[in-house]
């Protein structure tokens, strides 16, 4: 079951970020950020720090638990585990599935929807309950959260459709009400909270399910409900045929709809996120980050990529959305679409983005990549002993490849150039070798996919590998390099078989070559016959030309 965690930031907290320290174009330390199978979960934040809550999934359906984590920066990340324990609640059975955070008047609330996953179970009235929605309260927001009431807060069983009860969102609006959304069925729904936050007013029951739909699509379930200006947004997954005219398939995608009011009328619900055969093949839930006091935002959501090989990584990811949208007035409301990117700082490296490394012989990484950088330095570090390379979890096809190059030892007199650059569409990270052989010719080029890079002789060059080696072409920048500093720009844009390879001027390739070997494949860096340096690691599948 993979399933979304939610992040969402809710203001008035006498919050103190500074925007320049939050503001990305996507997660600096590479997506997923996060490891793992999700519950679908909800954030909120305290004392300048935020917190992530979500439903542990420990291998099988009996989900019991809720753990967090909690970071100042959206960076670096630490795990609070256990804030919640499902055997704490008087009448909760089954797993925990969903939860939604909440913090009002120095309390802090976790609602979760929980499946009981037994027959018989039943109201006094005889009514069988399938799910229901629990309240936990405590002091602290890393718990622990014991029970705030006898019984959950809702329940399947009055529920007008006796449909499912699951995926709970709490919004304060900003009316001062509360409310509580929930999916039922392939609808959403949604109560006042009362001012104890611990119960609700059964007689506001509402169907507030997006109508005016840009294409027919079912609604998977309701991930969040957020108010931005004067409107009101709902995000959420929906299921239909997908638009492109000679689709045989069904797309789950996250989508919004927009309303005046918090129980209002929700309309025109489109796309925001669809699969990507690049990076998630897999979507969970997303919704939507929006820094306090700024306009700073991001669409946040769970997503797992599955290679050809069999190889792949999930996780949660987040990357930037921006938000079309009059703070007040009557103007048009809206989502831009977002772009899903490969970002790496190296200030935190993401083990989950990297595949497979080379190191006297190829090896899946159990180790962080990022533990053969140098102390205290913000770079990757690539040993060129031989041929040193890394690739990681992606499928690209077309994309444009940023990075920055350098730290390599300078050209010795009658010396072998040396070479560092990019790999990209790599269908096969490491051919058959044997890493004892003792002869190297035998382990360069020992894989299936691009090289564009630099010498430290000066030179660009751009090449295929299969085993063998085969140079595409080559050239030399206007200005002369330095690969023993960090100010080399090295870009790739590539689109069907035309290949663009520039060196710190962006207006002017390089290398400009056609070739059709491989059409898409992983990306990665290499280093060969001396070790280099890499930063500002980033890719994406749009292009710019």
Partial sequence: MFIITILILLSGLGLAFDPVKVNYTACNTGNPFIPGVFGHADSVTYNDTFWIYHANFPGNTSNSVIDAYSSTDLVDWKSQPMVLNLSDFSGARGSIASVSAVTINNHY?????????????????????????FVGTAESPQGPFKNAREGPIWSSDRDTNMAPTDKPSVLVAGDGKAYLYYTSGTSVKVLHLQDDMINVDAASLKDVTPVNLDVPMTIVENSKVFQHGNRYYMIFKGSGRLAEPNSTGTLQSIRFATSYAPAGRFNYAYKILGPNPALATILGHGTVLIVPGTDIAYLVYSRNLTLNDGTGVGGLAYDRMYINAPNSGSGPAWLMPVEMAVKENFDYPSVLTWGARWKNGWENISLPIWEDSEPNENYLFIHGDGDGRATMYNNFSSLTYDISVGGMPPLQAEGKPAYAGVLFRVVEPALNQNPTD????????????????????GMVVLGVANGTWR??????????????????HLRVHARGTNILVYVNDMDKPVIDAVDDTYSSGRTGVRAWLAPARFDNLEITGQLDW
């Fill in 109 to 133: 609330y976790l609602y979760f929807s929980t499946t009981t996953n037994t027959s018989g179970d039943s109201n006094p009235n005889g009514s069988a309950i399938s799910s229901a929605i």
């Fill in 438 to 457: 003792p002869d190297r010719s035998h382990w360069e080029h020992s894989y299936r996919g691009y090289f564009a890079g630099v010498t430290n002789a």
């Fill in 471 to 488: 140079e595409l072409s080559h050239g030399y920048p206007q200005v002369t390099l330095n690969l023993t500093l960090m100010n080399t």
